[in-house]
């Protein structure tokens, strides 16, 4: 394999390969699917399509309302539930924006919201973080029954003026239903666990997310979009960026430099040499003459060689180079001892017409200077 096949290969063949490979995965994968976490699309682990399935076998409208637009368009009303299963691409403004929409229905439901979202909807509200294992319900409500358990939880919150708070510990509950301004029911649940594909079959989970979120006739899944957050905010909101990128960076950074420094040219150590370098004639002719032979003129070649001998000849004996020929040869066969015949030949005979006439001019010139520099 030569190396233009290679070069080829590596910058041409295999990147459009990976390239098409990608192609193939984007299109196989179905129309209507989903890779975001917690998304009732996603038929994934980390999905909820399960329970968005369940909900709608149940007889419950449920519409994915995806960005700011279309939860406006979804027509929210009394007999509406409010779903939002994964806050982290919400912020401030469009958490406001999502208090606007839900306010006139009948419910608003948060699996594991972020901080911020709970203290731009609920600020009475406190929430910490504390993962615990098999937690008992130990209140009967709409949602949830005494006897229940939840496999996994994650957050926990605390409101003095809770209407039902169950799954407690430490005054802090997994489930929480509260109200606030604007807001008429609002439910917390700490666990994405009720809803996501490979867990919602554990412990009691499913029961409490079909309660849950089944609790009105239809059912609006809003998924927030990172390009409904005005610019203002997000020019300030580090958050944007994931917690890696700055590592990431700088691991590119260190990655590109040893590429550098790997491939990079080293010279090693200055070396004086004492000038001026003196390159023999015969070096300078030969290496002229493998030139033109590669160039297949000959003709030209021999021209280019009597013309360079001339003008180091004529240099090295003190004659002005546009002194006539017939001068020169004079000057150069008295100097060499050469015939003036032989001479006159070599500096102003007639092109060489095959690669061996060439040769044997090459040699011979290469050999009169060197008679020249001898004398």
Known sequence: MTRTVKTWLRWVAIPALVLLVGALLVWSK??????????????????????????ADHGVEVIVAEGANALARAGVDDQTTVVVSYSADLREATALDLREQASVAERLVLIDPERRVVRALLPQVAQRTVPRI?????????????SERLGRTVSEYRDGSARDACFVTDDYAVYLSTSASRLRDVV?????????????????????AVRALGHSPRLVWYVPDLRDVPPNEAARDDTLYPTWWAAFVLLVFLCVAAVMWWRGRRFGR???EPLPVVIRAIETT??????????????????????????RISSYLGIPVTRDAGSLADA??????????????????????????LLKLAADLTALEKEIHHR
């Open 270 to 272: 200055l070396v004086t």
């Open 134 to 146: 098999d937690v008992v319900s130990g209140c009967d409500t709409g949602d949830t029954r005494s």
């Open 286 to 311: 030969e290496s002229r003459g493998r030139m033109y032979h590669r160039a297949q003129d000959a003709s030209w070649a021999s021209t280019a060689l009597r013309e360079a001998t001339r003008r």
């Open 188 to 208: 917390l649940i700490g666990s994405t666990d009720t809803i996501a594909n490979d867990r919602i079959t554990e412990a009691d989970n499913a029961a409490l």
């Open 30 to 55: 179905p129309s209507g699917d989903s890779d975001e976490p917690l998304h009732p699309g996603n038929p994934g682990f980390k999905g909820a399509r399960a329970v968005a399935r369940v909900l």
């Open 332 to 357: 150069v066969a008295g100097t060499s001892g050469w015939p003036r015949e032989t001479v006159q030949y070599l500096l102003h005979g007639p092109p060489a017409t095959t690669d061996a006439e």
